[in-house]
């Protein structure tokens, strides 16, 4: 098979395509079902009274906001991990970077309240902290990458195994609040810094997409980076802190949703290639566009309840990786 | 006499307590090749590594001009040197042409992509690898020798003064290897300063003009024009082989080449 990487002008448009269908059937379905021409009605008359209106403007939109917004920092940070670490399996939910936000995130909950900066501030530092102790064991053998990835799924462990303690210890809601962070969930989000939050990810994408000439080159290994001119060390942190945010930001909105980092970056690079200049832009909207139609589906298969929607990225995910560990085995 | 831009003098090495190189000393002119040679293990990648900073010497120096390599930024180091890697995996798959495009990373604004002029590069780069044809396919989809052209491709498309070359030739086949050895001299004659580790010892015997040959042990046994240092008793001292040398003069009775033959495997393997 040698057919190459061409059409790469139709990735803009196919992205976007996705994305859009993805939202209409956010709008669309759910508990209260709606057919296109209500839905349609409803977005060019926003002031109008009922419940199907309400149920749009009030519920549905903020919600597809949120996870457009989640999927999208999910899908672009684990992009930059799969360039940095040379490991197409990274993917944040694995690495236990998510995982390290999570405890970071319920740490601040349990001293500070839902609506505090320590949120977003304690998941950084936590998605840091673990992502520093597994670059640091797999380093520690060079044979980097299933030792990358059993590192990661043990410091994911461990985080996940000091939240359950913590939240079973800590006295308010502790079953409401397990159940969020454990599975994701996109419910909520009247946090106050939610807009801001909002902005420091679209400001992160944009610059991780500026350095699409850096990321191609650390898919070459940091040794062969450092001989085309990149000073490793400054870079990389630079790197890591970005995609670190990304990823702290999601989870302290949305809890542990895995997966998306890893589906949706190589499903883009098996149609265009891994060059960083269409990878980081078309990650960030296809990313944005799979988590909206999984909180669609999750919304709606056991309707009126609700399937945390990591349960759904994860029914997609776990077996794509599978598939992959086998293919790379070979 | 060419300016020296590369000087090493009484270079020793050890890696976790052991002597890799010892007492190296060798210039480099600009504009001429120098092949280093050696056994598996003597520390020639090593050697390479020394020179372009990346390790530092236990004693001794490399010099860059008048400043050590290791003082050095990486940027400062890719302006002057383009490394050809030894074969490495490829678990991304690029389009051939962006891959040649990394080489033009030091010129590029940090926020910004590659220019007309980078691309100008990157494409005349592709032509003289004979690998223009391949620009858009995936780079995970080569074969090891035309991987091993883009490879070239991107060195050359980096536009530095000194090419570096790590067994960068290994894998292709008589036609190829032929063609870029051509290609070598072409750049060596145009002013292009070239460092390899190589173990074709024909073809680095016709296109350097220097040799380093070096011990199993890292020593120095002899640098110099391929027809002083690639003696018999020199190449026995480094590889353990006994070879027939044969003399050749050029057409324009200028130059001799040398031929290399190793002993049939039917001699000396009785005791």
């Known amino acids: 098979m040698q057919l190459g990487i061409k059409h790469t002008y139709l990735w803009l448009p196919l992205c976007l395509i996705f994305l859009g269908g993805a939202v209409v059937a956010g709008l669309m379905y759910g508990t209260v079902p709606l057919t296109a021409a209500e839905l349609v009605d409803i977005l060019f008359h926003p002031h109008s009274a009922g419940l199907k209106s309400t149920v749009v403007w009030q519920l549905r939109l903020p919600r597809v906001g949120l996870a457009a917004l989640v999927g999208m920092a999910l899908a672009v940070s684990g992009t930059v991990f799969q360039a940095v670490l040379r490991n197409p399996l990274a993917d944040p939910y694995i690495l236990g970077v998510s995982g390290g936000a999570a405890l970071g995130a319920v740490l601040a909950l349990t001293f500070f309240s839902a609506q505090s900066y320590a949120v977003p501030s304690l998941a950084f530092c936590g998605a840091l902290s673990a992502l520093l102790l597994v670059y640091l064991v797999a380093r520690a053998h060079q044979a980097a990458t299933h030792t990358l990835i059993l590192a990661g799924v043990m410091v994911g462990s461990l985080c996940t195994a000091v939240l359950m303690f913590l939240l079973l210890y800590s006295p308010a809601d502790p079953m409401r609040n397990a159940l969020f962070w454990l599975a994701g969930n996109l419910a909520r989000g009247e946090e106050r810094w939610l807009p801001y939050g909002a902005g420091v990810c679209v400001i992160l994408v944009l610059l991780l997409w500026s350095r699409a000439g850096l990321l191609d080159v650390f898919t070459q290994g940091e040794d062969v980076a450092a001989d085309l001119g990149v000073d490793i060390g400054r870079e990389r942190l630079f790197l890591f802190c970005a995609a670190g945010l990304l990823v702290a930001i999601a989870v302290a909105l949305a809890g542990l949703v895995g997966f998306v980092g890893l589906v949706v970056p190589h499903a883009i690079r098996l149609l265009w290639g891994a060059g960083h200049t269409r990878l980081i832009p078309a990650a960030a909207i296809v990313g944005a566009g799979f988590l909206v139609g999984a909180d669609a589906l999750a919304r709606t298969v056991l309707a009126p309840a609700e399937v945390p929607v990591g349960v759904v990225t994860a029914l997609v995910g776990a077996p794509f990786f599978l598939y992959l560990l086998r293919l790379r085995g070979r | ?271």
């Open chain 2, 1 to 271: 006499m060419e300016a020296r831009i590369l000087e090493i003098q009484e270079l020793d090495f050890s890696y976790r307590g052991k002597k890799v190189l010892r007492q190296i000393s060798f210039g480099v002119e600009q504009g001429t090749i120098l092949s280093i040679m050696g056994a598996n293990g003597s520390g020639k990648s090593t050697l390479l590594r020394l020179l372009r900073g990346r390790l530092r010497p236990d004693s001794g120096s490399v010099w860059w001009g008048r400043t050590a390599a290791h003082r050095l930024s990486r940027r400062e180091m890719a302006l002057k040197v383009a490394v050809v890697p030894q074969q490495l995996q490829q678990p991304f798959g690029f389009q051939v042409r962006e891959m040649v495009a990394m080489g033009r990373y030091i010129y590029q604004h940090p926020l910004a992509g590659p220019s007309r002029r980078d691309w100008k590069f990157v494409d005349e780069a592709l032509t003289s690898t004979d690998s223009a044809h391949l620009a858009t396919r995936c780079s995970a989809e080569l074969s090891g020798g035309e991987l091993q052209r883009v490879m070239l491709a991107r060195a050359l498309a980096q536009q530095a003064p000194v090419l570096m070359l790590d067994e960068a030739t290994s894998q292709l086949d008589m036609g190829h290897k032929r063609s870029i050895c051509l290609l070598l001299r072409d750049l060596g004659q145009h002013g292009k300063t070239i460092v390899q580790v190589s173990h074709d010892m024909n073809s680095a015997a016709e296109i350097s003009d220097k040799i380093l040959l070096l011990s199993p042990a890292g020593e120095q046994i002899a640098f110099g024009p391929p027809h002083e240092v690639l003696t018999a008793a020199h190449i026995e001292a480094a590889y353990g082989v006994q070879v027939d040398i044969e003399r050749h003069s050029s057409t324009d009775g200028r130059t001799d080449i040398l031929r290399f033959l190793p002993q049939p495997l039917s001699f000396g393997s009785a005791p």
